[in-house]
């Protein structure tokens, strides 16, 4: 019964409490508190920039908008993060074929360094995380993950084709909310009947 619930849950959510991201979120927020106290307080490195660190360490020099792909992440906020690892001396700009505009970033000797001392002591972390779990339950966690990652850059793509339609067809870049009552109001405002309805009264 419990796991048709969790199913029906999350199939049918009843409230915002029910969505898979915001429970996800939650478990990254509880989980990722101990990550951002040991980047920040012991290394002086933010969560993201982290996150930069490790992908380079394991991939190689990249350009930005590769960076950003992986991170899942717009590319002003990558751009911003490698601004700041470049001033730290964590990472380099280089330039591919001598053409500025065609640009990749690679970890320097010192962002090799923290990142091999900084992963020994996340994973150390990750471990406390997951020993609640057997080794079947990881298994099965692991497959479910990829599972879920990928049909969420499905959903994303279809999402954004279709906000981009909107916007082709006149929509503006943001929207603003307006309540149903608002919008009685505001229709009112705009209808001189009304006033004259409200002067004979």
Not at 10 to 25: E, G, S, V
Not at 77 to 87: G, Q
Not at 121 to 129: C, D, H, K, P
Request: hydrophobic share 40%.
């Amino acid at each position: 019964m419990a796991d048709d619930a969790g199913a029906s849950r999350l199939r049918a959510p009843r409230d915002i409490t029910d969505l898979l991201n915001f429970r996800l979120a939650a478990l990254v927020g509880a989980s990722g508190a101990a990550v951002i106290r040991l980047c920040e307080g012991q290394y002086g490195v933010s969560r993201r920039e982290w996150a930069l660190l490790g992908l380079l360490a394991v991939r190689g020099a990249q350009a930005p908008s590769e960076i950003a792909d992986q991170c899942h992440l717009d590319r002003t906020r990558v751009s911003r993060a490698i601004t700041r690892l470049t001033a730290k001396g964590l990472i380099r700009r280089q330039t591919l074929d001598g053409d500025r505009r065609r640009a990749s970033v690679a970890l320097t000797p010192a962002g090799q360094a923290l990142y091999r001392q900084l992963f020994d002591e996340v994973a150390a972390i990750n471990r406390r995380l997951v020993e609640t779990l057997s080794n079947e339950e990881l298994a099965t966690l692991d497959t479910l993950l990829t599972a879920l990652t990928e049909q969420a850059v499905r959903v994303k793509r279809q999402v954004a084709t279709t906000v981009s339609t909107n916007r082709w067809r006149g929509g503006g870049a943001r929207r603003q909310w307006t309540a149903p009552e608002d919008e009685a109001e505001a229709e009112s405002e705009m209808d001189p009947a009304s006033d004259e309805d409200s002067a004979a009264r």
